[in-house]
C-alpha cells in the first residue's frame, strides 16, 4: 500500500493522473460477456467500409505486418489507472502509411468489431495517432484471454506526448475482428449504453449528458 501511493504521489507530481483516477498496481479484468475461444485457423481481421479495397489477413498473415512498440499510460472509466505498461502489436497508423489499407477521403471514423458483435468507435485521427495499437502482447508477452487474446485495440497515454488526445482505455476493443472505416459516425456498445461518445480522459468524459 505505501509503494502504491508513493508511486501514485510521484505519477500526480509529474502530471500523469488524470483527474477522478486512482493508480493500480494491477491489471483489473472488465468487460462484458464471456470470453472467446480462439482458433488460429479459423480467425481472421478484416478492414472494409470507407476504403479502396476490402482486405482480410489470416492469424499468420497478421503476424507478418510490421510490428510496434508503445509504452504507455492506461485510464479506465471506472477509475484506475496503471503507468508505463508495454504494448507490442500493429500500428494502424503504420498499416495505412505503408499502403496495406487504402482509406477513402470519405473516411473519418472507425468502428472496432469484436467476438459477439461487440464494437467501440473512435475518430479517425484518434485511430491513426501513435498512441493507438492493435496489441497482441502486453509486457513482453502475449496477451491473456481475459484481457483479449489474440488481439486487441490499445489507447493512452504517451509521456510528452500532450498533442494526442487521450480516451479512456474501453476505447479500444477486446477480441478485435475487424475494422470498419465511416464516413459518419455510429456509437459502439458502451456509448450506445449512455458511456461517453468522446471519453476524454482529461476532461473526464466518463458518461454522456
Not at 492469424?59 to 510490428?67: A, G, H, I, K, V
Not at 478485435?176 to 459516425?185: H, N, T, Y
Request: charged share 25%; glycine share 8%; aromatic share 14%.
Amino acid at each position: 500500500m505505501l509503494n502504491r501511493r508513493k508511486d501514485e504521489d510521484r505519477v500526480k507530481k509529474e502530471g500523469r493522473l488524470p483527474p477522478g483516477q486512482s493508480l493500480t498496481q494491477k491489471f483489473p479484468v472488465l468487460h462484458y460477456g464471456p470470453v472467446p475461444k480462439f482458433n488460429p485457423s479459423a480467425w481472421d481481421l478484416r478492414a472494409w467500409g470507407e476504403v479502396e479495397e476490402d482486405i482480410q489477413w489470416t492469424w499468420d498473415e497478421f503476424n507478418q505486418l510490421p510490428r510496434s512498440q508503445i509504452n504507455m499510460d492506461i485510464h479506465c472509466v471506472t477509475r484506475w489507472s496503471k503507468f508505463d505498461t508495454d504494448w507490442e502489436g500493429v500500428s494502424l497508423k503504420t498499416l495505412v502509411a505503408e499502403g496495406f489499407i487504402k482509406l477513402k477521403p470519405s473516411a473519418n471514423h472507425l468502428l472496432q468489431h469484436a467476438e459477439y458483435g461487440f464494437t467501440v468507435n473512435i475518430p479517425l485521427e484518434v485511430a491513426l495517432a501513435d498512441n493507438f495499437l492493435l496489441a497482441t502482447h502486453f509486457n513482453g508477452e502475449p496477451l491473456t484471454p481475459d484481457h483479449g487474446y489474440p488481439l486487441r485495440g490499445v489507447v493512452g497515454f504517451i509521456s510528452g506526448r500532450e498533442d494526442l488526445d487521450v480516451p479512456y482505455f474501453w476505447k479500444g476493443a477486446k477480441w478485435l475482428r475487424g475494422l470498419e472505416f465511416l464516413q459518419e459516425d455510429k456509437l459502439g456498445f458502451w456509448e450506445q449504453a449512455g458511456y461517453h461518445n468522446r471519453a476524454g480522459v482529461w476532461e473526464e468524459e466518463r458518461f454522456a449528458r
